[in-house]
């Protein structure tokens, strides 16, 4: 599987962005994540979002993204998408999607994940 990351751009502080993550094959039934980086720092979990085998996908977000991020996917493009609302000058980062086949594992964990897109820089200006 590959990912490709889009989205990249600047936005001025309490804009939006839509990023996305297009996956060369079908990926229903993987676990997809977004984290970030900003400079100087470590890649941090942002949002993940899981196929939970009964009725659709359950969402986790990090508490610093919770009711601004919205993590969603359409299985029939193979694509995830990261909606950021309210954007905040400590938003700026690059935003990396990753990928894994569905089990037990920890979603918020780097390590968790075995696919990953190149990386897309977002800058937020205050």
């Known amino acids: 599987v590959q990912l490709q990351a889009s989205g990249r751009g600047l936005v001025q502080a309490g804009g939006s962005r839509r990023l996305s993550c297009a996956a060369s094959?079908?990926?229903?039934?993987?676990?997809w994540g977004w984290f970030r980086q900003a400079p100087g720092e470590v890649r941090e979990f942002v949002a993940a979002?899981?196929?939970?085998?009964?009725?659709?996908?359950?969402?986790y977000y990090a508490d610093f993204v919770k009711d601004r991020f919205t993590i969603s996917r359409d299985n029939a493009k193979n694509t995830v998408y990261l909606q950021m609302n309210s954007l905040k000058p400590e938003d700026t980062a690059v935003y990396y999607c990753?990928?894994?086949?569905?089990?037990?594992?920890?979603?918020?964990?780097?390590?968790?994940?075995?696919?990953w897109g190149q990386g897309t820089l977002v800058t937020v200006s205050s």
């Open positions: 990753a990928a894994r086949p569905l089990g037990p594992s920890d979603y918020r964990r780097t390590a968790s994940y075995g696919y």
């Open positions: 094959g079908s990926t229903f039934t993987y676990a």
């Open positions: 979002i899981i196929w939970n085998g009964w009725n659709g996908d359950d969402t």
